[in-house]
Structures are given as C-alpha cells and as structure tokens.
C-alpha cells in the first residue's frame, strides 16, 4: 500500500523559513517523479515543485526562487525548503509521486504575522 506521511509544516511570520518532510512507502521510490502540491481554502490543489529520479527540479512561477525541492532516494523521502514565505504561501500542503497515488494527511503551513 502507497503512503506518503508529511511533516514540517506550522505557523511562521512572513519572511520565514520552513522545511517541510515526506516520507514514502509502498513504492519503488527512486524511479518516480515527485512533487510538492498545496492546496489553500476554497482553491484547487497545485503542484508547486517537481523533482526527477535524476534530480531534475522544476517549480511554479509563485514560488520559484524561494523554494527547493530535494530528495533523498536511500531514505525514500523528499523535501521541501521553504524561504521567504508569504501569507500567499498558507495552505495544506501533500507530497504525491507526479503520476499520482493515494494523497496523504498533507502538513498545515500557515504564514501570518
């Protein structure tokens, strides 16, 4: 069975920083594509970041140059760093592989001062 487990997430001023963690199972992690979405109140869920088996990265125009996304394959877990956040940063945010398993509990990131 496909798990994704998110953690990190919390309450931050705007300008902070915030290192959000998922962790996988299930899956034969490092031969997929995996992405950070987020989904704010009464909004669709978006993916924000991507990163290939080999590392490749690609990030939404909203948050490209404040995030990085990593992975690290031998603990079958991806990353999120988040700095700079802005109050239009605050949502529940998932980790899914890009083709798209089962979605998680997701982590709250709240950015408000």
């Known amino acids: 069975q496909v798990q994704f487990v998110e953690s990190g997430g919390g309450l931050v001023q705007p300008g902070g920083s915030l290192r959000l963690s998922c962790a996988a199972s299930?899956?034969?992690?490092?031969?997929?594509?995996m992405g950070w979405y987020r989904q704010a109140p009464g909004k669709q869920r978006e993916l924000v970041a991507r990163i290939s088996p080999g590392e490749d990265t690609n990030y939404a125009d909203s948050v490209k140059g404040r995030f990085t996304i990593s992975r690290d394959n031998a603990k079958n877990a991806v990353y999120l760093q988040m700095n700079s956040l802005k109050p239009e940063d605050t949502a529940v945010y998932y980790c899914n592989s890009i083709v798209g398993h089962s979605w998680g509990q997701g982590t709250q990131v709240t950015v408000s001062s």
């Open positions: 299930g899956i034969i992690f490092s031969i997929y594509s």
